[in-house]
């Protein structure tokens, strides 16, 4: 079996996305935390990037998927701190 760069690519995805999963399950990190929704959106992109030299459809699609709502979360956190700090809320 060789190993490639792409696999390195994927390898390290998947154990960023594994983390931010243990994290949020030992309570070390909250699903709201940018950080959580910035590890899982790097994962699926390496994810994304080995997927590309070694394809496989079904793979690929969840993988995008999971990059888009993690950029979602990242954007949503984000938001919610910065109207936070100038005073505002979401409405209800």
Known sequence: MNFH????????????IVVAYL?????????SSPRYSL????GALLITVSLIF???????????????????????????KKNSKSGQQWPQ
Do not use: C, H, M, Y
Not at 23 to 31: C, F, G, I, R, T
């Open 54 to 80: 070694a394809f496989n459809l079904s793979a690929f699609i969840v993988e995008v998927f999971w990059f888009l709502i993690s950029l979602l979360g990242l954007w949503r956190s984000l938001s919610t």
């Open 23 to 31: 994290l949020l399950q030992l309570d070390k990190l909250p699903s």
């Open 5 to 16: 760069l792409f696999d390195l690519a994927g390898f390290i995805g998947v154990l960023l």
């Open 39 to 42: 590890l899982n959106a790097g």
